[in-house]
């Protein structure tokens, strides 16, 4: 690819060349689960077995890449790889597994994703990993803790779940890499549209490509990218060791929303941008949180690393719990649902559903608390929707 291409076109056409066969515009769906050798050890552009390789999970890997890399001069872009995985858990835990070992240290953001706080709480102690959750907007703190402890790996979530914080990548980064740390972005809310951490100084983009990547509530996947060849070596290594690899179908879906991605995010993030300054003047509300206010406490520094300002809204109801739990189960044109990114607009109650596993903990959410992913659909029927529920 140029190195003047723009997202939009990267979107489209990168690891997706017409098929050289047929002349297809899409890549094919390749189902086979092993592929025939031109003689012993002798491969077809690599292709042995599917668990190791598969040419639409490469089409995938490579699109993502770029998509990641868009804002990377010409010279680095070039060593950025892209690894899919079946799930973002699956790419979560085959990247603790290539960087951590026993007796390393990991700090992650005090309101991470659920599965990452219960991966670092229950799951990373059997390998002797212990971690700290920080509030990684505090740049003081964490300058402490790594002054104090060696710690291996920083994990960086922003826009943050469900609260939205804006964590500074740039910033972090460099304090990390003064320590000695490597530095994850879980960049699943922010989708390679609207933020590109690598380019912002981080060493490893995550995401959850069942989200804006795949964008239509029908695929499970994750991916790990990264800039450095050695890690990316090792990430290979894992990804065919372990063995959790999405299915030609599944990458096939995910390439399919990645076309698509700039322009859905784009109404997405106009939509939230009305959703919020609704829900800002309402009087069942009692805090609204969303980057692109600019009463939101970050909001300067989501000017400077984000395109826009996402499609997540979350709020606080002014009735307490009960009264969140009933607004949430009376929209209509809102379906109460976990996940998030589809083209559809999903509510939830974060306390009781997506962030149950924290409850009591430092990452635990107030109960009081509404998660909206604001879809595509008219934007007048949102607001009305919203409305009515919490007009009771």
């Given at each position: 690819m140029?190195?003047?291409?723009?997202?939009?076109?990267?979107?489209?056409?990168?690891?997706?060349?017409?098929?050289?066969?047929?002349?297809?515009?899409?890549?094919?769906?390749?189902?086979?689960?092993?592929?025939?050798?031109?003689?012993?050890?002798?491969?077809?552009?690599?292709?042995?077995?599917?668990?190791?390789d598969n040419p639409t999970r490469r089409a995938l890997e490579a699109n993502l890449a770029a998509l990641e890399s868009v804002s990377l001069d010409a010279a680095t872009k070039t060593d950025v790889r892209g690894f899919a995985f079946a799930s973002g858990l699956a790419a979560e835990d085959n990247l603790m597994r290539a960087l951590l070992k026993p007796g390393s240290h990991l700090v992650i953001s005090i309101d991470a994703y659920g599965g990452t706080t219960r991966l670092a709480k229950r799951v990373l102690p059997k390998w002797g990993v212990s971690h700290t959750?920080?509030?990684?907007?505090?740049?003081?703190?964490?300058?402490?803790?790594?002054?104090?402890?060696?710690?291996?790996?920083?994990?960086?979530?922003?826009?943050?779940?469900?609260?939205?914080?804006?964590?500074?990548?740039?910033?972090?980064?460099?304090?990390?890499?003064?320590?000695?740390?490597?530095?994850?972005?879980?960049?699943?809310?922010?989708?390679?549209?609207?933020?590109?951490p690598l380019a912002l100084g981080a060493d490893f983009v995550l995401h959850s490509t069942t989200k804006y990547l795949g964008g239509h509530s029908d695929v499970i996947g994750g991916a790990v990218i990264?800039?450095?060849?050695?890690?990316?070596?090792?990430?290979?290594?894992?990804?065919?060791?372990?063995?959790?690899?999405?299915?030609?179908?599944?990458?096939?879906?995910?390439?399919?929303?990645?076309?698509?991605?700039?322009?859905?995010?784009?109404r997405h993030c106009e939509n939230a941008k009305a959703v919020a300054e609704f829900l800002s003047e309402h009087p069942q509300v009692a805090q609204v949180f969303w980057?692109?206010?600019?009463?939101?406490?970050?909001?300067?520094?989501?000017?400077?690393?984000?395109?826009?300002?996402g499609g997540m809204v979350s709020f606080r109801h002014s009735g307490g719990p009960e009264s969140a739990a009933a607004m949430a189960g009376a929209t209509e044109v809102f379906t109460l649902?976990?996940?998030?990114?589809g083209v559809e607009s999903l509510i939830e109650v974060p306390a009781a559903m997506t962030?149950?596993?924290?409850?009591?903990?430092?990452?635990?959410?107030?109960?009081?608390?509404?998660?909206?992913?604001?879809?595509?659909?008219?934007?007048?029927?949102l607001l009305v929707d919203l409305d009515k529920a919490l007009a009771g």
């Amino acid at each position: 690819m140029a190195s003047t291409e723009k997202f939009e076109t990267a979107a489209i056409h990168a690891g997706q060349a017409p098929d050289t066969q047929t002349g297809a515009v899409v890549p094919p769906v390749h189902r086979a689960s092993t592929f025939k050798q031109d003689g012993v050890g002798h491969l077809r552009d690599g292709y042995e077995y599917a668990r190791s390789d598969n040419p639409t999970r490469r089409a995938l890997e490579a699109n993502l890449a770029a998509l990641e890399s868009v804002s990377l001069d010409a010279a680095t872009k070039t060593d950025v790889r892209g690894f899919a995985f079946a799930s973002g858990l699956a790419a979560e835990d085959n990247l603790m597994r290539a960087l951590l070992k026993p007796g390393s240290h990991l700090v992650i953001s005090i309101d991470a994703y659920g599965g990452t706080t219960r991966l670092a709480k229950r799951v990373l102690p059997k390998w002797g990993v212990s971690h700290t959750a920080l509030d990684l907007q505090d740049l003081a703190a964490l300058e402490s803790l790594l002054t104090e402890k060696k710690t291996d790996l920083v994990w960086v979530e922003t826009p943050t779940n469900p609260t939205l914080r804006i964590i500074d990548i740039e910033a972090v980064s460099k304090i990390a890499h003064a320590h000695g740390a490597l530095v994850v972005v879980d960049n699943t809310f922010a989708s390679p549209y609207l933020q590109q951490p690598l380019a912002l100084g981080a060493d490893f983009v995550l995401h959850s490509t069942t989200k804006y990547l795949g964008g239509h509530s029908d695929v499970i996947g994750g991916a790990v990218i990264t800039k450095t060849k050695e890690h990316a070596e090792e990430i290979k290594f894992l990804q065919n060791a372990s063995g959790a690899v999405p299915g030609p179908d599944d990458c096939y879906l995910v390439l399919r929303g990645t076309k698509t991605l700039a322009v859905r995010v784009q109404r997405h993030c106009e939509n939230a941008k009305a959703v919020a300054e609704f829900l800002s003047e309402h009087p069942q509300v009692a805090q609204v949180f969303w980057p692109g206010l600019a009463a939101h406490p970050n909001h300067e520094v989501a000017k400077r690393q984000m395109r826009d300002f996402g499609g997540m809204v979350s709020f606080r109801h002014s009735g307490g719990p009960e009264s969140a739990a009933a607004m949430a189960g009376a929209t209509e044109v809102f379906t109460l649902a976990e996940s998030l990114g589809g083209v559809e607009s999903l509510i939830e109650v974060p306390a009781a559903m997506t962030h149950a596993s924290v409850a009591d903990t430092e990452s635990a959410v107030p109960p009081d608390l509404v998660r909206l992913s604001v879809g595509i659909e008219h934007i007048d029927d949102l607001l009305v929707d919203l409305d009515k529920a919490l007009a009771g």
